[in-house]
């Protein structure tokens, strides 16, 4: 008897071998589990890219995220403007930079990452401009960077380099407020600032600036973009400011220690 009991405690599965097998349960189950819901997903980002949003879609984006501040029908409150007249244009420059939905009161909007698709903001434009027309979409000809250059550049040093410096790198303005860099502005967006004038922009109506010195003033801003500087490090595009603040430092600052080391040396 004691022996056939030694056999039969021999002959039993180990615990390690039973949680072994749960666990491979698991993985099996689980990995399965994520295939068929990343094949879903495929499958309904693939459904929602091909949809497009309607004006009504716009109107229920409109309603939940801007209405607080613009009102229902965009006659504005104390919060925000009226939205009327702004158009389509106006939204996309600042719901597509992230300024709109407004983070905090400010002395200007501030650009921060964009809470909509392309799609939703597409949507909310064509809602505003379907109640309050306003200013819209140029020919795509404008918006080539086909321009003529130069004469787009002496056009931006003319009337824009005061504030956004000749460079494109924006700058200081009063009151806490700043005209932003143009080095990743899309070309849509320049226009559009020029069209609307956003925040402290002057609005550049066709009696200003004609659609062509328009599309030249962009091919300027996109030659510079695509650009590197011809001098070398550009130090920021700031101007004196910078250079001046790097002479001081690094060659004043040169001088002094080689006048040390002479010094040091000589006794």
């Known amino acids: 008897m004691a022996r056939h009991t030694t056999r039969r405690k021999s002959g039993r599965r180990s615990p390690l071998a039973a949680a072994a097998l749960i666990g491979i349960g698991l993985l099996i189950t689980g990995g399965a589990y994520a295939g068929a819901s990343a094949a879903m997903a495929a499958t309904s980002d693939s459904s929602t890219s091909a949809s497009t949003l309607t004006v009504e879609d716009g109107q229920k984006l409109f309603q939940a995220n801007c209405a607080t501040c613009h009102g229902l029908d965009l006659q504005g409150t104390d919060s925000g403007p009226s939205l009327y007249g702004v158009g389509e244009l106006a939204v996309h420059f600042q719901v597509s930079t992230g300024r709109m939905?407004?983070?905090?009161?400010?002395?200007?909007?501030?650009?921060?990452?964009?809470?909509?698709?392309?799609?939703?903001?597409?949507?909310?434009?064509?809602?505003?401009?379907?109640?309050?027309?306003?200013?819209?979409?140029?020919?795509?000809?404008?918006?080539?960077?086909?321009?003529?250059?130069?004469?787009?550049?002496?056009?931006?040093?003319?009337?824009?380099?005061?504030?956004?410096?000749?460079?494109?790198?924006?700058?200081?303005?009063?009151?806490?407020?700043?005209?932003?860099?143009?080095?990743?502005?899309?070309?849509?967006?320049?226009?559009?600032?020029?069209?609307?004038?956003?925040?402290?922009?002057?609005?550049?109506n066709d009696m200003n600036l004609t659609d062509d010195e328009k599309r030249d003033v962009i091919s300027a801003l996109l030659y510079m973009q695509e650009t590197e500087s011809p001098g070398g490090f550009n130090l920021g595009s700031l101007g004196p400011v910078s250079e001046g603040l790097f002479i001081w430092i690094f060659g004043i600052g040169s001088l002094i220690a080689i006048t040390v080391w002479i010094t040091a040396k000589s006794n």
Not at 117 to 125: G, K, L, N, W
Not at 129 to 139: C, R
């Open 101 to 204: 939905p407004l983070q905090a009161q400010g002395p200007q909007a501030l650009q921060k990452p964009v809470q909509f698709t392309d799609e939703q903001t597409a949507a909310i434009a064509e809602y505003v401009q379907s109640v309050a027309p306003g200013p819209t979409y140029p020919d795509e000809e404008v918006l080539d960077g086909e321009g003529d250059v130069a004469n787009g550049a002496e056009l931006f040093r003319i009337n824009c380099a005061m504030c956004h410096n000749v460079a494109g790198a924006g700058g200081a303005l009063t009151e806490g407020k700043f005209a932003p860099n143009l080095h990743s502005t899309s070309a849509l967006n320049m226009y559009a600032a020029m069209v609307t004038g956003p925040q402290n922009m002057p609005v550049f």
